[in-house]
């Protein structure tokens, strides 16, 4: 147990489902992070929450929709999504500071997700 | 563009004898680098890492070793056990365009050979 909890644990979703990821995290930590893990890229960085700053990877399409409501919760929202959006979905948290900006991040189980 | 390269992407080491695995990166500007370990059905777990003010770190069975000058770093786990068999994963910040983030290696599957 990391202190990141990802809900659901597995999704199977329609292509034309809208669906959410939800992540959540009491570590008092003030980054997070969405993660995809495939077979073809490991680990490749979607979004980044910190400092309440949104950055993003600018080859994720526009069908993947992160929200940050507060410093604890994360969403993922998901529609449209194609059969090789299939993946794990991984949230990361981690405490940013101004002096060490990387620090341990702690990682959910993921969200296993089959689009067909 | 810059990345980390991670070798190798599968390695087999009989119990209790060593294993090694290694990380090239691109950006000198890098000095942060960290190793994850993800188990069966588990997200990735940090194990060690390493600052660029210091060339070795040792944690118990584990070290990692860094080599700023030629830009490579690695990880050593000395007599190995079957609970050491994952995905291990080295990490460094890289900055890309203006954007400075973490990134990940491919991956190394290793099993320990009971």
């Known amino acids: 147990e990391t202190g990141v909890t990802q809900t659901p644990r597995h999704l199977v979703m329609g292509m034309t489902n809208k669906k959410s990821l939800k992540c959540e995290q009491h570590l008092g930590h003030n980054a997070m992070y969405w993660y995809k893990q495939s077979a073809k890229k490991p680990l490749e960085l979607m979004f980044v929450y910190s400092l309440e700053e949104r950055v993003e990877n600018n080859s994720v399409p526009s069908r993947f929709s992160p929200e940050c409501p507060n410093s604890s919760h994360l969403f993922l929202h998901l529609h449209t999504l194609q059969p090789e959006d299939s993946a794990l979905y991984l949230c990361?948290?981690?405490?940013?500071?101004?002096?060490?900006?990387?620090?341990?991040?702690?990682f959910g189980q993921g969200t296993r997700l089959t689009v067909v | 563009g810059e990345n980390v390269e991670q070798h190798p992407s599968t390695l087999s080491v009989q119990e209790g004898d060593s294993a090694v695995i290694k990380c090239t990166y691109s950006d000198s500007a890098s000095n942060y680098f960290p190793w994850y370990k993800q188990e069966l059905g588990k997200g990735p777990q940090l194990i060690i890492d390493i600052r660029s003010n210091v060339g070795e770190k040792k944690d118990q069975r584990i070290a990692v070793t860094l080599n700023k000058t030629a830009k490579h770093f690695s990880l050593h786990i000395t007599e190995t056990q079957p609970e050491d068999s994952a995905v291990y994963f080295c990490a460094a910040n890289i900055r890309n365009f203006g954007n400075e983030k973490l990134t990940f290696g491919t991956g190394t599957r290793l099993t320990i050979i009971p």
């Open positions: 990361a948290s981690s405490l940013v500071k101004l002096r060490d900006r990387y620090t341990e991040a702690f």
